[in-house]
Every structure is written in structure tokens, then in C-alpha cells.
């Protein structure tokens, strides 16, 4: 789009591809790329405002840059001539002589418009020919239609024209996502395949043979994925359009025709009347038609997930496509191809890594890598480790260049697991990645906001083999337990660590600062960012990292043949072009944030000054400086930075010197921004601000968060404005959608940072804030007058106050991730007493369980085992069932502490089956039995951070190594006897008196005891609170439960609507009183009022009792009647006398500063009334509509001008 926004090129069509030329004020040009045809598009606007010489200037200079032989040219000249249109009478100037033809002229070029065609711009007014379509000699022949169509949508005619003869074959279709049947087919296929060529993987010993037998696999599943494709329809379908719209169409169009044909004043007036209506009626069709097709595909949409279409459309969360434009090369000048353009964009994202520039310390780190050997080797991958790496793999990612799925390889494991598990023990045996495993297919992503000219303005994405990444993370694990177990994964690296996150990092930077000024001292926060981090980081400082971890030498070897040969491809209109990538990980690889924190680790032991520390997340650095005065602070710095920059050349990295800024803290008056610490960073100063952003937290100097909250609320508000301009009509009739969409999405993102600001939680400012940010999106969801305090929407919303939510999040955090004891009230939550998280990778991979199950029935034959868990009252039980060839043998019963949760109850009952065949003989298989899905898809999960499960997996694996277990479910309370008599026993258990096992609490029963606090808190403040009380007379309990009716019955809900009391307490009335005299406000309309008596006589509920008025459903509709009568009362209306002689009614007092537009209203409804005679009143009201109505809005721009025309009209009875 041009700059002006006069000029768009607009392409739908996913085979086109494009390259940008030019961008300026009123001329855009791209290139169109099918295959090996282009043409270059030019689109250009003459204002008529403009001098034309100027606007054929910018058309010349563009004409200039471009090099194509086949250029296209339209646009809107605002010029005529006979060279493109017949010569008739008009206000534009004739162009015979002018500019744009001397450009043609001079550049050959070829007009393709018809001199006789209809006129390409049309009103009531006349008609011209100034839409112009150019092009050069040789795209001439290849023109096959040219062809203006009519119509009454606007004043421009359409024009489509047919470029035919293109001799480039089209680029290649993206293959299509399979269908979950087509799946399904291709893994039955693929099982019988390995069937036949299966041994062939136990035979492979080179590199060769691995990729010979790789490519064969690929390249069956691909001939048979080929068979999916299928053909898309081109052409846009509008749902909505109907028959009745044809019919309307074809109406309007021949009143048109009659309109301009008729040459008689009066005759044209009336047949101009005739055609506006028409017209009107016709874009009144499409406009519904439109709007209700939107509706209901909304309505489809968000029916199961309301985070779906409208909420992305308001959200911005729908990308837009990445459109190549030329860049600036190094001699800064742009490039003019798509090959350059590309070449020079991997250039700057991929630097290559040079070994000619390689420091004595550098060639000494990577000869060692090279050699390195050692005799640890790891044991082979298990199906175990492939099943958990599956499922971390999230769905509908884009495949790489094979084409293969996810949800294709998922399938895949579960008909054929062994031929995944063979394959990736073929590459640990062979120690190589397959070569085409090491191809990666590049996507560029534009950054936003920035300057798309340079070449970093874009964001490489590689999408690698599904197979590719499977391996890749197969690697990964084994190598997080190696560093994990030898305890070389830093603390302070918060970036993709578990246990981890932006908020720990976030905390653990308070909790730095705070302890800093408790000791006195100054502080300043310096911002690091490593430039290019993933991309640039140095392959050999990853492999000498894992060498000092003693990595295992068969999975050494494997990564750094990953690192050999890797190549990047760029597919762009059917060609492609290959790079070199010998330096970083990929983006988007499954192992690349792994190697960037062993090599980002290494920065916590360089020696930093006392008083210096620092942390990371992934590749955000914090250094945090203390010292006893600015001087003190500045040395310290510069040392710091000097050694950091030391470190950061020894692993070849450079620090982004725009993006280091230094904060000093000024809380408490130690540092002050007029006067703060000057710090240099490679002869670069830093410069100082009052604040920075760091993991979306904005801190500023002063630690009071102000910036951060001023610019959360301005996105909550941005947002809950789009939400209503996108899809307003639809989620103004669906409140509990936007409830969801407010817990899904709003609440989270203001509580968002909680580890850093929950901290100032005790303050009544940060308190007041939250809630002030929660009010707007509760003013939506409800559709309540704006002057209902935030109190009552709390309550009517059921969600608790956002200080509350913000302490229940904190609270959490706190006990669940820092494991620190928490007091909330009278409650008090210690860590030690809940269930702490397993780190899964303290257990080396090979050794991961999964345990399947089945869902046979009971056999009455051998060993049959029943657990079940029971609560009852408060008490917890557990039991197990033993028969033997269908007779009891063995009962037995425990009781849990009241704190278990049954699902603990279930897991202890399994535990008490898996002792019981401990301690008997080895003969008979075993079978048990449970009515617990959950703990056996536990039990199935590779990973799992439930100590117990991880015992129960152990028991299971020494079980199994000594006789035949399985594991089935059974459904409860289906009369299978040996499960009720399981559930008999456990519910016998917790009558017991005694206590038999004692176990930790689940983390989630601190939500239960922590939200009751809470609400008991909530419920206090309400009990307290001078604000709301009309809703407190309806719901005087707090509860999280929505009370979410329409607009009217929210009016009788608060107090605040078409009420004499609210007007009058707004000094929109000036007294408060109903028509029968006494106070009107809402309770005496529902108990009183003679006006309403009928209608309150149908309402069932207690009049002194308000809360049962809505126990009673069928009172809504009653009180939705009540209040439309109320407010149609005659005595709502206020009078004023603003203009002599004149008295208007007016239904609010905030009309009268638009009375004094009353003079001029007169005179236009003289006009009017002057023309009655001429017309007659149907056509009239017709004619004011358009002529003078909207004329008159147009002219002055102002919507109060109407409201004064409309006042005046009912004063004279003018229909």
C-alpha cells in the first residue's frame, strides 16, 4: 500500500508470489512471480489537488528503477484523453499534450483501455473515462480481455483484465494436512513396509547406508501421502448471497439506467428518488445478509473454544503473510531480485564462522573437539523415551521439507513403534545424523515496527523433519540428565529450565535489589542483550562444554555430526537456494535453547567485582551493581562489562550496544536520574533511563511499577475496544464468551509479572489499581450503565477483585515454586506439608517406564487383583481385593489422613495391590484391576512429576522382571463384583478410628482452602462498602458464581438506569420523584408503584426478601417488561426553553448545548416545507433523508446538528 493509502495492490492468490519494488506516496509496484513468468504491477493515484507534472514525476522515477521487460500500470489519472476514452464534456483538464501522455510517449507505452467501453467513473453528476491501464511493448500481445463493469456500489467501475500466455509453470502446491483417515491408512501401510524391509535397519553400519535407507522411507511415505491432494476452488464464494439479492441487483441496476437516461428535471428527480431507495434497499440487504452470515460463523466458531476467529481478529492474533521487499546490500544500495534480496538477508542472519580469525585460545578449543574420545558409551533409546519425546511435540506444527506430520508420525509409533525405535538406534549406532535430516527449510518473519530495508528486520524460522526434531530431542533428553545430574545447569539461568520461568526470574531480581538496599547500598541495574544469540553462538564452545560433562562419546559424536554440513534452503516460486549453516542451532530446533544455556552458563563463572551478579533468561542478561556510592558503582561497572566483553569473544559473540541500557534505582534517594552513574561499554557510553523492559515486566527506577500497570491497562483497553468493534454484535448477545475470553486472556495478562511487582501487593495504591484496570472489562461483559462502581461488577461478574486474584496467584507461586511458606489471612500454607514436583530428568532416560493397560473385563481365572479409593464424610479409605480363580482369598483396608484426595486414595490402593504379589509366591500371571483411568494414563506417561507414580513405576519394573503383570480398567459401579466389593472395603476403611497412612497434601487442595480465604476476605470488604449497595439488596453473599442477564434486568441489578432517582443523582432530571409522587428508584417500582402494579403482581418473590426475586427464572422476563415501561414514562422528560418561541422535550439534560443549533434547523425545514407541495410526503421523507440530512451531517460534521433538525421537526409537526 502506498503511503498515502490512495494506492493498494491487493493478491489473493496463495501461487503468486511476490517481491515489493517500491512503496511511496501515491505509487506502489511488486513483482508478480508464476513459475518463471513475472510481471511487474504499478499502481498509481493522481489526486486532482496535485499538480499533475509532479505525480508523473514519482510514476518516472519508479518506471525507472524497474529493469522487468513486462510492466503493467493502472490507476486513477483524474485526467481524460481521447487516447483512453471519448472526448465529452468534463471539468478535468484535457491531457493531450500533458505529462502522462508525453510519458507514454516516451516510453512506449501501450494503452489498453476501449475508447468505447462504458465510462470507468459514474455518478449522478456526469461521467468521465480517467482509470488508465498501461503497459509496456511486450506485455501488450499477451493481453486477452479488458472489460469495465458497471455497478451502483460505487462511483468507480470495476475494470478486469486478462493477462494469458504466461510461459512459467506454476509453483509447486504446498502438500495439503492428510485427513485423520488418510492417516491412518499411510500408518497401516508404512507397518506392512517395515514388515518386508525392517531387518534392514539392524544391517545399517555406515553413514551411506543410513541415508540411502532413510531416503527410502521418506520417499514411500511421501508417494503415499501424494494421493491426498486435493484441488481447491480458486474462485471466492460469498456465503450469504442469495437469489433475493440477484433480484435487488438487477432492480436497482435498471432504475439506474432509467435515472440517467431521463433528461427532464422533474421526471429525473423523481426517477432519481426511485433509484436512491432502490440503492439504499440493496446495500441494506448486503449489509445484513453479511452481518448475519458473520454471526453465525462466530457463533460456530466460539461455541466450543471462544478464543477462536473474532477473538483473534481483536487480539491481532491472525499474522500476515511475509512479503520479500528489497534490502540494503553492504554498499547500502537495494537490492533489485529476489536472489540478492535473499542471499543478503542469510547473510546477515547466518554469519558464517571463519576460522582464519580464530584467537590461539579458540584454535586450541576447536582442534580439542575434534579429537576428543573417550569410552563411555550411552545405551540405546527406548520406546519409553520415544513415547514421552512424541508427546511433547505439539500438534499442527508445519512439517519440514518431507512434508511429514506430526499427527502422521504419532500414528506411525502407535501401528509400528519398532520401526522408529530401529531407526533411531540405526543413527545412535552409526553416530551420524541422516544427511537430509540436516536440511532445513527457511521462513522469514517481518519483525514488527520495524525497518523491513534491513536485513535484520527479519526473524529466521528453519522448520526441520518431524524425524529430524524426533531425534534431535531424543539427544536433548539424554544430555539435560547428564548436565542435570553432574550440576552443570546454573541457578540463575531461568530460561528454558523446569522449575523455571519469567517469574522466578523476575523474583529472584527483586529479591537481589531488595537485599542490596538493605545493606545500605546504591544499585544499578544494567540490560544486556547478546546479538544474535541462537544464531551466531559458536558450535565448538557447545561441544567443549559437553566434553568437560564427560559427555558419553556415541552421543557426543552424533552432535557434532549435527553440526556438519548443515544447510538452510529458501523456496521461493518454485526455485530454491541453499546455504551454508556452520554456525548457532537452528531456530525452531528442539535442542538449540539446551546448547545456548551450556554455553550462556560458562558467563556465571567469569570474576566479577564484589557486589556484582548476574542472571539470565535464555538470552536476556541482568547485571545488578552495588556500591557504596555512584563512583563506587561506575568502577565496578566498567570492570564488569570489561570482562564480559572478554567472555563474550572467547565464545565469538558480541553484545547489541543500541539495546544495553543502565537504570540506577532511585528508591529511598540513593541514586537520582539528573546525576546517574556513567558507564562506558567498548568506548561506548551507555545511556541511562528511568526505566526498561525486562520479560515484559516495565521496571522502573523507583521499584513502583507505575509504567507497567500505565501501559497494561492502555493494551487491556485497546483490546476491549477491538473485541467490541470486530465482534460486538455477536459477543453482545454471548456475555459468558466474554467472560472466558476475560479468565482466559485479560486476567491473565494484568496478573502477568506477579514475581516481581506481588512483592508491593500490601500497598493500597497497587491495590487500587488492579481494580481500576479490571473495571472496563467488567463494564463489557455485563453491558452496565458506566457509573456502576467497580464493587458491584465484582460481584454480578462472580469474579473476585483483582488485588485478591493478583494475592491468590502470588500465594501459589510461593508455595508450589519456591517452596517458601505463605500466610493469607488466618490461613497459613507451608511448602513442606504439599507434594513436592520430580525432576524427570534426575533419572537417566533409558530408564523412564511406561506401563500400558487394557480394558479387558475380569476372566475369573488366576490371580485377580481389585484396588479402589473411597472419601465419605470427610475420610478417606483405600482397599484391595484379591481372588484367586474367582474365590476371595484376601481383603484388606486402609485408612488415609482427611487431607488425601481420592485420586491418592486410588494410587494408595494400587500401592497395597503391588505389595500384596511382592509377598507371595511366583507362579499364577497376575492381573489388576481399577476403576482409576487417570492413574493408569499416569502410570502410560513417560514423564510425570508425581513422586508416588515414579514408585509405583519402580515396584511395577521389579515385578515385572520375576513374573506376568498387566494392568486393566474397570468401570465403577457397574456391578462387577470384585470392584464393589473393592469400593465396600475402602468405604469401610474410613470408619476406622485410627489413621493408617499418613500423606502429603496434593498441591491443588491449596486452591480450595486459598480461594475461601479469599472470598471470606472479599465478602468483608463488600459487608463494608458504601458503593453498590442496590446490587448488595440482590446478591448480599460474594460468590464466583455469574449473575450475567441483559441490559435491562442490569439496570434493576444496580440502581443505575432509566430511573428518576439515578437521573436526579446525576443532575440529569431535577427532582427524583415518579409520576405518582413518590422516590423512583428501583425497589418502588417492584413494590409500589401503581404504574407497574400489573406486571409486579406476576413476579414470584418476597418483596422484603430482594435475593428471591431472581431464584424464580421466570420472573427475568417479567422484570425485562418493567423496566422498558419505566423507561417510556412521560415523566422522564425534562423541559427547556433554549430558543425564543420554541419549547423542546428532551429525554436528557446533556441535549441542551446542541439547542442552539435550532435557528439553522429552522431554515433547512423551510426548505423542506417549501418542497411538500412539489413531492408529497412519502418522497419527501426520501428526499430530506439524503439531500438535506445527510448533506447537512457531511458539511458540518456533527451528529448534535441532527439531533437539533429532529427536535425542531417534532415541535412543527413536520412527518
Known sequence: MARSGKALVSIRNPLINLLIRHEGEYVVALDAMVGSDTITVVCFYFPPSLPQARMVRELQEVLDLLSSPNVIIAGDANVRSSLWGPDIPDHRPLDEGGPLVDLILARRLHIWNDPSSPPTFETERGRSWIDVTLSTPLLSPRKAEWIVHPTILSDHNPITFIVAGGSGAPSPVSPSRLSPRRIFKIAREVTLFYQRFGPEIDNISTKDQLDMWVAKITDYIQSLSAFNVLKKDSRMRVPWWDSSLDIQRKKTRALRARFLRCHHPLERLRRRILFKRAAAQYKFM???????????????????????????????????????RGVKADDGTLTTSVPDTVRTIVQTLFPRDDDSLDTPTQKAIRCYVLQYENSIIDPPFTMAEIHGALNAFRPKKTPGLDGITVELVKRIFQFCPAILLSLMNACLRVKCFPSSWKISKLLLLSKPGRDLSLPASYRPICLLN??????DKLITFRLTHLFSTKGLLHERQHGFRIGKSC??????????????????????LISLDVQGAFDTVWQPSILHRLTAAQCPMNIFQLVRDYFLERTVQFHFNGESWSFPDNRGVPQGSCSGPFYWNIVLDTIFTVNLPAGCTIQAFA????????????????????????????????????????????????????????????VSFNGHIIQSQKGFRYLGVWWDSGLTFTDHFNKVRKRVDLLSYRLSVVADRFFSRHASLRLRIYLGAIEPFILYGYGAWGNRLHLQKLRSTLNSIQRRPLLQITGAYRTVSTVALQVLVGVLPLDLKALEALTKFRVKVLRRDSVVGDCTFSSSQYLSRVNVFDTHPSKWMVHHFSYAAPLGSDIEIFSDGSKMNGKVGCSVIVYYHGQLIHAEGYRLNDEASVYQAELSGLTLALSFVQRILHWDSVRIFTDSLSLLQALKAAHTTDPAIWRLKDTLRDIEQHRVLSLHWVKAHVGTEGNEMADMVAKQATTKDVTDLVLLRPFHQINSVLKAELIRQWQARWFLSLNGRTTAEFFPQVSLQPHLYNRRIMQILTGHGRFPSYF?????????????GQRGDVFHYLRSCPRTGDLRSKLVFDPEYPPSLFENTANIPILDLLVLRVGSTKNLQVCYTNVPGTTVHCTERRLVPFLGLLPIAASICGHIASSVAVFGLPDLLVWVTEQTLLNFMISCATVSCVIGILCFALETNVP
Open 466 to 471: 518431524v524425524l529430524s526434531k524426533l531425534l
Open 1064 to 1076: 436526579c443523582r446525576f443532575s440529569i432530571m431535577e427532582h427524583d420523584q415518579c409520576e405518582c
Open 619 to 678: 538470552d536476556d542478561l541482568i547485571l545488578l551493581v552495588k556500591g557504596i556510592s555512584k563512583g563506587d558503582i561506575e568502577n565496578k561497572s566498567r570492570v564488569a562489562l570489561d570482562r564480559l566483553a572478554q567472555w563474550a569473544q572467547k565464545h565469538k559473540l558480541q553484545f547489541n550496544l543500541d539495546k544495553t541500557i543502565l537504570m540506577p534505582i532511585t528508591f529511598g534517594g540513593r541514586l537520582t536520574m539528573t546525576d546517574p552513574p556513567r
Open 503 to 524: 517469574e522466578t526470574a523476575n523474583n529472584n531480581l527483586w529479591e537481589e535489589i531488595q537485599a542490596a538496599l538493605r545493606s545500605k547500598g546504591k544499585v544499578s
Open 286 to 324: 448486503i449489509k445484513t445478509k453479511s452481518r448475519i452470515c458473520f454471526n453465525q460463523l462466530c457463533y460456530q466458531l466460539t461455541k466450543n473454544n471462544p478464543f477462536d476467529l473474532p477473538y483473534k481478529l481483536a487480539a491481532g492474533k491472525i499474522p500476515a503473510r511475509t512479503v520479500l
